[in-house]
Nanobody
């Protein structure tokens, strides 16, 4: 069993930056994929950025590439999403999720965090 806990959400002005974190606890995995997803009110959940330990590959959604960066700290079992140049369209609940088969940005990952609200508004 694994537990994922996000933190770091909040209110930020347009053009600003924010970093959200996801700390993973529980079983140790040799291979996995972990990523960030988001869901805005009235919209479907979408992938934001993902990483697979199987081959080191990363994926960014088109609208996030160049603005968002996924990174990790293995010593802290934590994955980060650095978000820059935020716009009101980035307002959403941001979730981290983990796939034990290592499938990057899996549509059905095995574990989810509870989510953290990011609001971009002046």
């Amino acid at each position: 069993q694994l537990q994922l806990v996000e933190s770091g959400g909040g209110l930020v002005q347009p053009g600003g930056s924010l970093r959200v974190s996801c700390t993973v606890s529980g079983d140790t995995l040799d291979y996995y994929a972990i990523g960030w997803y988001r869901q805005a009110p009235g919209k479907e959940r979408e992938e934001v950025a993902c990483f697979s330990s199987t081959d080191g590959s990363t994926y960014y959604a088109d609208s996030m590439e160049g603005r968002f960066t996924i990174s990790g700290d293995n010593a802290k079992n934590t994955v980060y999403l650095q978000m820059n140049s935020l716009t009101p369209d980035d307002t959403a609940v941001y979730y981290c999720a983990l796939d034990v088969a290592g499938r990057v940005c899996s549509p059905r990952p095995d574990y989810w965090g509870q989510g953290t609200q990011v609001t971009v508004s002046s």
